[in-house]
């Protein structure tokens, strides 16, 4: 098939993938591409794809996801069917000594006491914008005779308290020394997600990116059994709310989680697995293992060749990864985090390229 046909956005392609399904090609899918690549990609100036790529700030709750047209640029350049929307991070607010409200970054709820200081989300602040910014995406799609879909990241139930609420290693302390503030903290951020998610679900999402990192390069945070007690039954009832309509669900973690796969990712019935990082885990192993159960994604290293080596380089990785990885289908081609500042843009373009002409079935 002509490679510019392939190139562009068709959002069945990435439905029909992580369903198991037979597409014309592999898809490819970033969850970030930051500014500078973007910049250099479109020739101005627009920001990033993910506004909280870089962390919990007040900034990323006051300004809008990317303008939808620049974002449909950019996946008519690289082909990829989807645009998305974030909400990582729950927006927990203090107030200042001049009573303005900002975001709980810095890991200062430590307690119930502490707690009681904080401003939970609300309606108008936290969660009409969001039902607002779909509006604007899936209109300009139309607008634009676009064959792209959408996708909403969300769901770091763990990951907020760990790094933003509570603080990494106080969190982990006090699962052992105050397990009901743990579990009760845990339980206002479900809360939230799940309501971001019921939002997210009216709005034709085209699948659900939920994401909570779990894991070291070596292994879980924290002992298995604790683990599954604390976050598995909140996950369970994230997914019981998805699983009410027919969206696809891709779930990332970075690290080592090979350990958990059978008891909670497919126990929890995810339709895809992201990003699968080179220094964690085998992506091949996983394919031969599970790869009739669920979709794989992910693992093109971007502290390999797409940063430090040439576009050659480049395309040898990616033709390895696709010559392995799609036989049997549920394969979506991607980096093991994301665009980021650092990798040239000719090196992503060779992966785009490369997928392109090589990932056809």
Same mark, same amino acid.
Request: aromatic residues 14%.
């Given at each position: 098939m002509n490679i510019e046909a392939l190139r562009k956005p068709d959002k069945e392609r990435t439905i029909a993938t992580l369903r198991g399904q037979t597409t014309d090609r592999v898809p490819h899918f970033e969850v970030a591409i930051e500014e500078v690549v973007v910049e250099k990609l479109l020739g101005r100036d627009a920001g990033s794809t993910l506004a909280a790529s870089r962390g919990s700030t007040d900034k990323t709750f006051v300004t809008p996801p990317m303008d939808p047209d620049d974002y449909l640029d950019i996946i008519e350049w690289n082909g990829m069917d989807v645009i998305g929307f974030e909400a990582l991070w729950t927006p927990f607010k203090y107030k200042d000594d001049k009573g303005e409200l900002h975001i709980v970054g810095d890991g200062r709820i430590k307690n119930f006491d502490d707690l009681e200081k904080i401003v939970m989300p609300d309606s108008e602040k936290d969660f009409e914008p969001r039902r607002k910014y779909f509006q604007i995406y899936n209109e300009a799609i139309k607008r634009r005779g676009s064959g792209a879909g959408t996708f909403l990241l969300t769901g770091c139930v763990f990951q907020s308290c760990y790094q933003f609420l509570v603080g990494f290693g106080d969190f982990f302390e006090r699962t052992y020394t105050d397990r009901p503030f743990v579990e009760h903290m845990l339980d206002l951020c479900l809360d939230y997600y799940m309501k971001v998610v019921e939002i997210a679900l009216d709005s034709g999402l085209?699948? %659900?990116?939920? $994401?909570?990192?779990?894991?070291?390069?070596? $292994?879980?945070?924290?002992?298995?059994?604790?683990?599954?007690?604390?976050? %598995?039954?909140?996950?369970?009832?994230?997914?019981?709310? =998805?699983?009410?309509?027919?969206?696809? =669900?891709?779930?990332?973690?970075?690290?080592?989680?090979? $350990?958990?796969?059978?008891?909670?990712?497919?126990?929890? $019935?995810?339709?895809?697995?992201?990003?699968?990082?080179?220094?964690?885990?085998?992506i091949y192993d996983i394919k031969k293992k599970y790869g009739d159960k669920i979709t794989i994604s992910g693992n093109v290293d971007i502290a390999g060749p797409l940063a430090f080596g040439s576009p050659d380089d480049v395309r040898k990785e990616v033709r390895e990864h696709l010559e392995r990885l799609m036989p049997g289908g549920r394969y979506i081609c991607s980096s093991n985090h994301s665009i980021m500042n650092d990798i040239p843009l000719e090196n992503y373009q060779a992966m785009v390229e490369t997928i392109l002409e090589h990932g056809q079935y």
């Open positions: 085209s699948f %659900l990116f939920l $994401g909570d990192d779990i894991a070291y390069k070596s $292994g879980l945070f924290m002992r298995q059994d604790m683990f599954l007690e604390l976050w %598995l039954p909140r996950y369970k009832k994230l997914m019981a709310l =998805v699983r009410q309509t027919d969206i696809p =669900v891709m779930f990332h973690t970075c690290g080592k989680i090979d $350990g958990i796969f059978e008891e909670a990712i497919l126990e929890l $019935g995810f339709d895809a697995i992201n990003p699968i990082e080179p220094y964690s885990m085998d």
